[in-house]
């Protein structure tokens, strides 16, 4: 309206899942001059909406980026949005020695918080149609899967027509039900949480002229049976999150273990483990945009979502596995604590990162090197990716492994804001955390996160 007020966005990343609202009834950025006409306030609410989408930045395939946002932030001239902490260095330009000081981090949420869920009584995430296509366009993934199933079904001593194929969360697609049937299984059942998932299944089947072979069954896991109670020889999960319990993998392997002939044989599961690897990580817009003109509490413990190639995030330490499913043996840990030592050359290598970043943003040139060393040197949160192992020598990784560095995925990156502001960090400084996992053994129980610690100074 004329003073700005009432105007709402919500990000949709490339998954469809919301990843941020912003609204001028409840501001990001904060117009603090009373003296400023409407038209300051509608530039006021519009700053609002670049920022709620650079903040939603994680679609691979999108040509929009963080730095068309902040482009359009640099061409205004609104005095406060502009906080002078926003643009200067937020450490000392000298390392002084100083007695051990600790900052205090936390952050948590549900796994569904800002994504699709199935319905408001099932707490479940779900998928838009282009997430769908993402997964199966993702080059990391879907060849390695095929060439599991099609090795997986030819190891079978009396051959791929001897075996029953079980496929959790086949999706609108039923891609390695597919995949399965036309290698020679001798059938398929492909099970369908989502209505309209299922029923484009269906479709699909029928099209490709294998209705005989796959047989797809709506529910979840836990809802449906087998005909005649029926095992099969062994299961595709592809149920893993960006976190990799926070689509209900573990509850669902739990409770499909009943499908299985063997469910304790690790050849049983395609893939048959599943990780989540942490590091603490540094972030751009948590540098440019602070308090009092941005507040990120706002996202109320919401992560922001990357795409795994964004150079926006980079990592200061060595990661670290912290969750960690063997479905054929199926547990997960409940807390964890992990240490984490600041790497001095990795802050170095991301300081040419985020000048390179801030360059292709086209920010100021009197400014990019003071914020590409000040990002460097900064803590926002610990960022956690997925990696899944299919048998003993194939792997999926979303980002690359070990060291975390950045690759093409349709899975994301995810990092919790752990403090309002970036905290200084150095070569040598510690992140103290301890991992709250809360993860469901029922399926429509979205699982609980939560990390506390603190980034201690030990110089």
């Not at 964004?310 to 997960?332: H, K, W, Y």
Request: aromatic share 8%; glycine share 6%.
């Amino acid at each position: 309206d004329e003073e700005g007020r009432a105007l709402k966005l919500t990000s949709v990343n490339h998954e469809g899942h919301i990843t941020s609202q912003a609204t001028a009834t409840e501001p990001i950025i904060q117009n603090t001059d009373t003296d400023t006409d409407p038209r300051a306030n509608r530039m006021v609410a519009f700053i609002n909406v670049v920022i709620a989408v650079c903040l939603s930045y994680t679609d691979a395939f999108s040509d929009i980026t963080r730095r068309d946002a902040i482009q359009k932030i640099q061409s205004v001239s609104i005095h406060p949005f502009v906080a002078a902490s926003a643009m200067s260095p937020l450490f000392p330009g000298a390392v002084v020695a100083k007695e051990i000081s600790e900052n205090p981090i936390q952050a948590q949420w549900t796994a569904v918080d800002g994504l699709n869920s199935l319905s408001s009584d099932k707490q479940f995430v779900s998928f838009s149609d282009s997430a769908y296509k993402a997964m199966v366009d993702d080059p990391s993934r879907t060849p390695q899967f095929e060439r599991a199933i099609i090795e997986r079904l030819n190891s079978a001593p009396d051959g791929p027509g001897s075996q029953v194929v079980l496929d959790l969360g086949t999706g609108p697609f039923a891609l390695f039900a597919i995949i399965a049937a036309k290698n020679g299984a001798g059938k398929v059942y492909a099970i369908e949480a989502s209505k309209e998932a299922a029923r484009v299944a269906r479709e699909t089947v029928k099209k490709m002229g294998l209705t005989e072979k796959i047989t797809i069954l709506e529910g979840f896991s836990n809802e449906v049976t087998l005909p005649d109670g029926i095992k099969a020889d062994f299961a595709i999960a592809e149920i893993v999150g960006s976190i990799a319990t926070e689509e209900g993998a573990y509850a669902t392997i739990l409770d499909a273990r009943r499908f299985l002939k063997n469910p304790s044989d690790a050849s049983s599961w395609i893939p048959n483990r599943i990780q989540t690897w942490a590091s603490p990580a540094s972030y751009t817009l948590h540098n440019l945009f602070t308090p009092p003109a941005f507040d990120w509490g706002k996202l109320k413990g919401e992560p922001v979502r990357f795409n795994c190639r964004d150079e926006g995030l980079q990592l200061l330490s060595d990661p670290v596995l912290i969750e960690d499913i063997n479905f054929a043996n199926p547990m997960t840990r409940k807390k964890m604590d992990v240490t984490f030592t600041i790497d001095g050359k990795r802050v170095e290598r991301n300081e040419q990162a985020f000048r390179d970043e801030f360059t292709r943003g086209r920010l100021p040139n009197e400014d990019i090197e003071k914020l590409s060393v000040a990002t460097a040197h900064s803590f926002s949160g610990i960022a956690m990716w997925p990696r899944l192992l299919i048998g003993s020598s194939t792997e999926i990784n979303s980002r690359q492994y070990p060291d975390g560095g950045h690759q093409k995925s349709h899975w994301q990156t995810v990092l919790p804001i752990m403090s309002d502001t970036p905290v200084d960090i150095k070569s040598g400084d510690e992140v103290k955390v301890t991992f709250h996992f809360n993860v469901s053994e029922k399926v429509t129980d979205p699982a609980k996160y939560r990390i506390s610690g603190s980034v201690v100074d030990l110089i």
